[in-house]
């Protein structure tokens, strides 16, 4: 009887560990699902075969020692990072796990550089790939607005608007960025020490928060100047397993702006899949069998969307996209993560983006949580 490979891929609570568990258990792998929630949206898919509590990965320690005994215990062919504290995690406490699994994640030095935007944006400096202008503190800044966001980690922004609105606000250690006003882009792309195997990309058509963030709706494209870029970056650093590098087109120039590398498995994961790049699989394969065979073709034009939460919490936010949204239903070229072979993830998914919803229009969150980029001046 074959061996069936076993995965273990932790943050079964993010909606696209759910597409990775879906794409992986679709391929024929038993898949083992990890969280601290009982409630991970993950844990209900009919392909996540095994579910796990485990402690939380922002404490490293006992995460990293929970995941030991596991798979010392229960023995699985691939450990598969997904979220950014555990895949940062992994990858520092890599040699410790290796005798236990395969672990297709980038060397601890590359990620410190990556997951670090001071010293991602001194390597794109390095290799005079444009980024966006910073400042040392608040009175270097001549035109507003401006952001500050935390160096490490995703998320964590505020969009500044004048000199007494930063001083109100505690941001001490953030990094001080001019605004880049335009559309956002992606490059993701799978590597195997250094040499890239498959890559992708996309643009955002919608995001939460409307001024910046994780997409609710994204269309995949190819631009030789993002690909240029991106593989530029991740070349430099001898990249070793997935990674996202995500751009602004600045309005003002035309120009490609580094916002950041994100050393990870990214949220708009389905789309890629959708498209014809199966990164979970691919990964798996390449850590599994030591290589692949490249794939740098895939669909372009494909539209996909998160009905739950994602894009639901956008057209509260910003009901103008409704029409946009109604049109998408009936364009042959649009997907969605809603599952017809896999229903219970997106039906409990409803009842929790009215909560999200709720929580968000009462913390008067829901439209501009990371403030809002005024005019500039």
């Given amino acids: 009887m074959e061996h069936q490979v076993k995965v273990l891929i932790t943050d079964a609570g993010y909606t696209h560990t759910l597409g990775a568990v879906r794409s992986l258990g679709r391929a024929g792998f038993h898949v083992t699902a990890v969280s601290p929630y009982r409630g991970a949206v993950s844990f209900f898919s009919r392909y996540c ?49 290796l005798p236990f699994a395969r672990i297709p994640v980038a060397e601890y030095a590359s990620m410190q550089v990556a997951c670090n935007k001071q010293k991602t944006l001194q390597l794109a400096s390095s290799l005079d790939i444009p980024s966006p202008r910073g400042y040392a503190s608040i009175e270097e800044v001549a035109e507003f607005p401006v952001v500050a966001k935390d160096p490490c980690g995703a ?14 606000l505690d941001l001490t250690g953030y990094l001080l960025q001019e605004y880049i006003p335009g559309q956002g882009y992606g490059f993701f792309a799978l590597f195997n020490r250094g040499k890239v195997r498959a890559y992708f990309m996309h643009r955002r058509k919608r995001e939460f928060p409307v001024t910046g963030g994780p997409s609710t709706c994204a269309e995949s494209i190819y631009d ?30 035309g120009l490609f702006k580094l916002m950041e590398i994100n050393p990870k498995f990214w949220g708009s994961l389905d789309l890629s899949i959708a498209s014809g790049v199966n990164f979970p699989v691919l990964l798996a394969n390449m850590a599994l069998h030591g290589d692949i065979e490249p794939v740098f073709r895939y669909d372009t034009g494909v539209t996909f969307r998160w009905p739950f939460p994602e894009d639901a919490v956008h057209l509260c936010a910003h009901p103008a996209s409704g029409m946009e949204m109604l049109r998408e239903c009936f364009d042959e070229r649009s997907r969605t993560n809603l ?39």
């Avoid at 998320?155 to 109100?168: A, D, L, P, V």
């Avoid at 990249?239 to 590098?245: D, R």
Wanted: charged share 35%; hydrophobic share 35%; glycine share 8%.
């Fill in 155 to 168: 998320g964590k922004i505020r969009y500044i608007n004048s000199t007494r609105e930063f001083e109100r």
């Fill in 224 to 253: 030789e100047e993002v690909k240029r870029l991106g593989l530029q970056l991740l070349e430099s650093l001898r990249w070793h397993g997935v990674a996202m590098v995500e751009f602004k087109r600045d309005d003002r120039d």
């Fill in 49 to 97: 075969r095994e579910k796990v509590i485990s402690p939380d990965p922002q404490d490293e320690e006992q995460f990293i020692e929970f995941i030991g005994k596991r798979l010392q215990k229960n023995p699985v062919d691939l450990l598969m990072p997904v979220g950014y504290l555990s895949t940062v995690a992994i990858s520092r406490h890599e040699k410790e796990l």
């Fill in 339 to 377: 599952s017809l072979d896999d229903p219970v993830p997106n039906i409990i998914q409803i009842p929790r983006t009215c909560s999200r919803l709720a929580g968000l229009i009462g913390n008067g969150g829901l439209r501009y949580p990371h403030g809002r980029p005024g005019m500039r001046r």
